[in-house]
Nanobody, 128 residues
Framework: QVRLVESGGGLVQAGGSVRLSCEASVQTFSGYAMAWFRQAPGSPREFVAGIRRMDRKTEYADYVKGRFNISISRIDDRAAVYLQMNSLKREDTAVYYC???????????????????WGQGTQVTVSS
């Protein structure tokens, strides 16, 4: 059973903002980090932003740096990961997924085993 539920996407105009949410179990949250990934049609899934569990240090892909902000919260046995997306561009159009993640060298990779796979994602469509 996949223990991730993403929400908050939709249709937004270029330059606008949207906030994505991801509900996760504590087990999913127990790894090195949580991260957001995205996949546009015809393209591979790519890293967007990550946040380390222990010290909340964040990292961003160059193409979203300065525009997106990742954060997490934990209440009892549930955790939530958020992605505040500002100054949206058409090229930000994609399905956004969150997952447990690790960092290997300078690259971030998903670690879907903790979550039992991938959630359904949430579609963000940016119109001009």
């Amino acid at each position: 059973q996949v223990r991730l539920v993403e929400s908050g996407g939709g249709l937004v105009q270029a330059g606008g903002s949207v906030r994505l949410s991801c509900e996760a179990s504590v087990q999913t949250f127990s790894g090195y980090a949580m991260a957001w990934f995205r996949q546009a049609p015809g393209s591979p899934r790519e890293f967007v932003a990550g946040i380390r569990r222990m010290d909340r240090k964040t990292e961003y892909a160059d193409y979203v740096k300065g525009r997106f902000n990742i954060s997490i919260s934990r209440i009892d046995d549930r955790a939530a990961v958020y992605l505040q997306m500002n100054s949206l561009k058409r090229e930000d159009t994609a399905v956004y997924y969150c997952n447990s993640a690790i960092k290997a060298g300078s690259s971030w990779r998903a670690n879907p085993s903790l979550a039992g796979g991938w959630g359904q994602g949430t579609q963000v469509t940016v119109s001009s």
